[in-house]
């Protein structure tokens, strides 16, 4: 009985993505209007703890990992990756809105 409990609060990849999605959008306070620059890249499992959920903009490099708990909560603090150094030229961000390319400019300088 206790074990079927746990697999009940247990949530799935589908469900993660969504929560991690919702998560960083809100952390920016991302207009709805903008939220498809965002995308899900991937999602791993992380066991019974929950998942890694990867989010990016599509055609750019940079990526953002969120951790999603079983229990439906993400970890406040994500992790940034991104393979274009602070110092390179931020050239790639001219079709961005001003405000995404602001926030890729902060984090490639922050990481």
């Not at 989010?55 to 969120?66: K, Q």
């Not at 393979?83 to 400019?105: F, G, H």
Request: with cysteine.
């Amino acid at each position: 009985m206790i074990k079927n409990k746990q697999q009940n609060n247990m949530i799935d990849s589908t469900e993660a993505e969504k929560l991690a999605f919702t998560f960083l959008t809100h952390e920016w306070n991302v207009p709805v209007e903008d939220r498809d620059w965002f995308t899900v890249i991937s999602t791993r499992t992380l066991g019974e703890e929950g998942y890694d959920v990867e989010i990016g903009i599509d055609g750019f490099p940079d990526r953002w990992l969120v951790e999603v708990y079983d229990n439906g909560k993400c970890e406040p603090y994500y992790e940034f990756s991104s393979p274009i150094r602070d110092s390179e030229t931020n050239s790639d961000l001219e079709d961005l809105p001003e405000w995404i390319a602001q926030v890729l400019i902060a984090e490639r300088k922050h990481r």
